[in-house]
Structure formats: structure tokens, C-alpha cells
Nanobody, 116 residues
């Protein structure tokens, strides 16, 4: 069973930055897609950033220009750099890595709270 462990969440003031990490128990070198989703209180989970194996990225409109998804194959880790955070970014952030149709895994999440 593949494990994805997120870290880096916490309390940050509006305008601040955080970098989330997602460490995989399996090599991500052959992963088809990596992504970050978030779930705000009382809302459904939404996809905020994705990265495909050929390097293409996609972002939700609400985070474009502020969030960056990237990977480090040597560390089997996917990152989400988040800048200019605001209260609407508050939520639990989940990592997703897809190796195939049957190998699609999510982590347990890390909480990000943006508040003064």
C-alpha cells in the first residue's frame, strides 16, 4: 500500500507563505499525475493544482499566480508553494499521486489556517 504523508501546514497570517510537502513511500518518477486538493470548512474538496508527467501544470483560478506545484524525484516528494495567502485559502490540503487508473492515492491531509 502506497503512503502519502503531507506536512508543512499550520497557522499563517494573511499575506504570508507556506510550503507544503507530500512524501511518497514509492518512487514518483513514474507517476502519471500529481496534484493538491483542499477542503475548506463546510465545502467540498476542490483541486487547486496539478502536475503531469510531461511537466504541464494547471491551477484553479483562485490560486493562479500565487501557488506553485513542483516535484523532487530524488526525494519522492511533491510540493505546493503558497504565497500571498488569504483567509479563503484556509482548509485541509490533500496530496494526490496517480501512477495508473488503479493506483490513485490520496494522503490524509494537512491543515492550513490563514488568520490574523
Amino acid at each position: 500500500q502506497v503512503q502519502l504523508v503531507e506536512s508543512g501546514g499550520g497557522l499563517v497570517q494573511p499575506g504570508g507563505s507556506l510550503r507544503l510537502s507530500c512524501a511518497a513511500s514509492r518512487s514518483i518518477r513514474g507517476a502519471h499525475k500529481m496534484a493538491w486538493g483542499r477542503q475548506a470548512p463546510g465545502k467540498q474538496r476542490e483541486l487547486v493544482a496539478s502536475l503531469t508527467s510531461n511537466g504541464n501544470t494547471n491551477y484553479a483560478d483562485s490560486v493562479k499566480g500565487r501557488f506553485t506545484i513542483f516535484r523532487d524525484n530524488a526525494k519522492n516528494t511533491v510540493y505546493l508553494q503558497m504565497n500571498s495567502l488569504n483567509a479563503e485559502d484556509t482548509g485541509v490540503y490533500y496530496c494526490n499521486v496517480v501512477w495508473s487508473v488503479l493506483e490513485d492515492y490520496w494522503g490524509k491531509g494537512t491543515l492550513v489556517t490563514v488568520s490574523s
